[in-house]
């Protein structure tokens, strides 16, 4: 399979606790970039990779958030001492820098319970 | 921040039916995308506009990218079943480049499908 791939698919946590998403793009895509949806809702700007490098980051990203994409292949996100507010689905898309089209992995449902 | 009007919110049809769901923006986009995304998936990409006034079709599908570059519609012809789902425009500033590509979503369109 070539397609961006994100794991876990569901995670259900405790509020306060700390979980970490990962998503492994397409190959040979420079560009990763990581969204949220909540229910009803279109998918909202994160942040953005090209290579390793952050980007950009949305305000929606607040302190308790933090990417990484150490080696410019897969990513990591993760969320410090959870709300029920960061209840979501996490979605990571990959692009290459010449074609712009963005794909998008099956996302990860994040529920705190 | 910055926001896709996409309308209508949703549709009930009959199979068999064409449907036409559009978007507009207060700001100019270089780039109009269309994604499906069914329950529990992430959005699947269907359509890609680049050009002011560009008409693409894939399959029963049929999109295009508004001449203001501020607006895109999409048309579904032969609806059938396996066309439900909720389906999203995103708008992106610049395409290639050294933008970073962040994509700008409607609210989507829920579509339903009747055999």
């Known amino acids: 399979d070539t397609g961006v791939s994100q794991n876990p698919r569901h995670k259900i946590t405790k509020r306060g606790q700390n979980v970490t998403f990962r998503c492994d793009p397409i190959?040979?895509?420079?560009?990763l970039y990581w969204y949220r949806q909540t229910l009803g809702q279109g998918p909202e700007f994160l942040t953005y990779?090209?290579?390793?490098?952050?980007?950009?980051k949305s305000r929606l990203l607040s302190d308790r958030f933090s990417a990484e994409r150490p080696k410019g292949s897969f990513s990591t996100l993760e969320i410090q001492r959870t709300e029920q507010g960061d209840s979501a689905m996490y979605l990571c898309?990959?692009?290459?820098?010449?074609?712009?089209?963005?794909?998008f992995g099956q996302g990860t449902r994040l529920t705190v319970v | 921040g910055q926001q896709l009007n996409q309308s209508p919110q949703s549709m009930f049809i009959q199979e068999g039916e064409d449907v036409s769901m559009n978007c507009t923006s207060s700001?100019?986009?270089?780039?109009w995308l269309w994604y499906k995304q069914e329950p529990g998936e992430g959005p699947v990409l269907l359509i890609a506009?680049?050009?002011?006034?560009e008409l693409t079709s894939n399959g029963r599908l049929t999109a295009q990218f508004g001449i203001t570059r501020k607006d895109s519609f999409l048309n579904i012809s032969a609806s059938i079943p396996s066309d439900v789902g909720i389906y999203f425009c995103?708008?992106?500033?610049?395409?290639?480049?050294?933008?970073?590509?962040?994509?700008?979503f409607g609210q989507g369109t829920i579509l339903t499908v009747h055999p």
């Open positions: 700001s100019i986009f270089n780039t």
């Open positions: 506009l680049y050009k002011a006034g």
């Open positions: 990779f090209q290579n390793e490098a952050q980007l950009e």
């Open positions: 995103a708008g992106q500033l610049r395409p290639g480049g050294t933008s970073y590509g962040k994509l700008t």
């Open positions: 190959s040979e895509h420079n560009r």
């Open positions: 898309a990959s692009s290459a820098i010449v074609i712009t089209e963005a794909f």
